[in-house]
Nanobody
C-alpha cells in the first residue's frame, strides 16, 4: 500500500515561514500530479497547491504568491514552501496524489500540524 509521510510543520508567528516535506513509498511521484491539502479545525480538507508531472503548478487564491510547491523526483518527494504565514493558514497539512479517488483516499498520511500565532 502507498505510504505518505508529511513533515516540517510547527508553531510559527504570523509572517514567518515553514517548509513542508512529503515522502512517498510504493508510488513514484514523478508520474503523478501531487497536491498539498490542509484541514483547519472544524472545516473540510481543501486543496491549497498542486504540481503536475511536468512541474506545472496551481494554487488556491488564499495562498497564491505566498506558497510554492516543488518536487524532487530523485528523492521521490514533494515540498511546500510557505512564506508570510497567517493565522488562517493554521491546520493539518496533507499530501496525496491527484485525483482523490476511492483508491488514493486510502493513502492519506497523518499530516503535519501547522500553527500560526498572531
Amino acid at each position: 500500500q502507498v505510504q505518505l509521510v508529511e513533515s516540517g510543520g510547527g508553531l510559527v508567528q504570523a509572517g514567518g515561514s515553514l517548509r513542508l516535506s512529503c515522502a512517498a513509498s510504493r508510488i513514484l511521484f514523478r508520474f503523478n500530479t501531487v497536491g498539498w491539502y490542509r484541514q483547519a479545525p472544524g472545516k473540510e480538507r481543501e486543496l491549497v497547491a498542486s504540481i503536475t508531472s511536468g512541474r506545472s503548478t496551481n494554487y488556491a487564491d488564499s495562498v497564491k504568491d505566498r506558497f510554492t510547491i516543488s518536487r524532487d523526483n530523485a528523492k521521490n518527494m514533494v515540498f511546500l514552501q510557505m512564506n508570510s504565514l497567517k493565522p488562517e493558514d493554521t491546520g493539518i497539512y496533507f499530501c496525496n496524489v491527484m485525483p482523490i479517488t476511492t483508491i488514493t483516499a486510502q493513502s492519506w498520511g497523518r499530516g503535519t500540524q501547522v500553527t500560526v500565532s498572531s
